[in-house]
Structure formats: C-alpha cells, structure tokens
C-alpha cells in the first residue's frame, strides 16, 4: 500500500482534551480525527490550572495567562509541524492516492482491486452494479420485514440490470435513465448504455427477436426511415425512379 504524498484537506479542533486534527476524503468529505495528547495535556496542566484558571476569569486574562504560563493545550487549537505530522500518521492508513486523479480519498472511495479511485477504476461498471444489486438486496429485506416483499420481488433482478440498462456519469459513477444527457449530480456528458439487453435477465440480446438466454420476446425500437434518394444534380426525391423526374439526370 502506497503512503499518499500529501495530507488532504483538514482543520484543528480542541473538545477541552487539547488540540486535534480531522482529515477529509477529497471525493466524499468523510471524516477521520487524530487523538489529542491528553497524556501531554494533563502533565503540562498540572501545577498551574488554578493559577490559569482564575487569570482566565479576569478581563483580558486569557492573554495575560498565555503571557505568563504559555498557551495552556486545553485551550488552543494550533498544532505545530511536528503535531499535525503526528496526527496525519494516526489516520492514514485509512487514505489512498489515486494515480490518474491525484486525488486522496478514503478506502470507501477507492478500488484496492485496481489500485485507482472508484471514479478512475477500469471495474467502475462492475461495482456499480454491485452496489445496485446490494441496494436492492437491502430494500427486498426491508419490504419482506413488513410483509412487502411481493411488491417489489423483482428489484434484485432490475437492479442488476440497471448497470447496464443505465446512462452512467464517467466522473462521479452516477447512474441514470438512458437517455439522461448530463449527470443530475455534477453536470458531466453521460455515457449512454451501448448493449441492448432483455429486459427479463438482462443478457445481451443484440438484433434478435428472442432473448438467447431466457426466451423473452425482445421489442426492439423502430429502426429511423431511410432517408429519400435525392437527384445528385438538381437535389429532387427520385422515389426510385431510374432518372430524375425534374431534370432527367440519371440516378445511379
């Protein structure tokens, strides 16, 4: 496992336990918190918390403390080079550097399988399938606890169709209905399903009137009319006559 090159986006917080840092995942904000040292925190209050305390209480008596005693930890938000460090090694682990977007992300977002983001993955369709069919599996259960589940029996089986019944985002994996032109999440020209599929099994049925796997009568969509033989001289429909009725050229 590769470490990242860089931190990702993060902040400084302090719960009253000293300062601490969250990282963010670059795709889905998802949050990862370093611990505080409380250990370093609750030595350095030791002998001097009172005093601290009661110039604290006094106008202007946080800076007056800071001045005398030094930034008390429980207080401050700031950590120094070497904490934010420290910190970033706490939570690493649970980041990934992907090698097309430079993106870092978080293990959720990304496909160990391909070693790229899941938006970059070579697998993209596969696992959007995957999280159609898991989807479905959890809907199905909670209809069947409710005593649903002969309203949607069929929704494992339309969901895994739906990878590849689906226009799909390149960037962000979205999946919509084909024909969806741009990505209703961020706006991207959608990738249009390219195989046409039985609509009971979902197997590629190509041209044929029956489904090869299953036997479903396949309705395929009208092919477009072709378009009328013009005159290449004069440009008048011929309507498959050998000359053209307007100019007398001969149509080829």
Not at 26 to 52: F, L
Not at 108 to 120: I, K, L, N, P, V
Not at 174 to 196: D, I, N, R, Y
Not at 208 to 231: D, L, S, V
């Amino acid at each position: 496992m590769a470490t990242p090159s860089r931190m990702p986006r993060y902040n400084t917080r302090n719960d009253g336990a000293g300062p601490y840092a969250s990282f963010y995942c670059d795709v889905c904000s998802r949050e990862y918190r370093s611990q505080p040292d409380v250990t370093g925190t609750i030595a350095k209050d030791i002998g001097r918390s009172a005093a601290s305390d009661a110039l604290r209480r006094l106008p202007f008596g946080g800076a007056i403390a800071n001045s005398v005693m030094g930034q008390d930890p429980r207080y401050t938000n700031s950590l120094s080079p070497q904490q934010l460090n420290s910190a970033w090694g706490q939570v690493q682990q649970y980041f990934r550097e992907c090698p097309t977007c430079h993106q870092i992300v978080c293990v959720s977002d990304f496909d160990e399988q391909s070693g790229f983001c899941r938006q970059d993955s070579p697998r993209r369709d596969e696992m959007a399938r995957a999280q159609a069919e898991q989807a479905a599996g959890m809907a199905k259960g909670l209809a069947s606890a409710f005593g649903l589940g002969s309203v949607i029996q069929n929704a494992a089986e339309a969901a895994k169709r739906a990878g590849g019944q689906a226009a799909r985002c390149p960037k962000d994996g979205t999946l919509a209905a084909p024909g969806t032109k741009f990505c209703p999440q961020c706006g991207s020209p959608m990738v249009q399903p390219s195989a046409e599929l039985c609509p009971s099994c979902g197997a590629e049925v190509g041209a044929a009137k029956f489904c090869p796997q299953c036997g479903t009568k396949i309705e395929h969509a009208p092919a477009a009319p072709p378009a009328p033989a013009r005159c290449p001289n004069c440009g008048a429909e011929t309507q498959g006559a050998k000359f053209c009725p307007e100019c007398g050229t001969k149509i080829a």
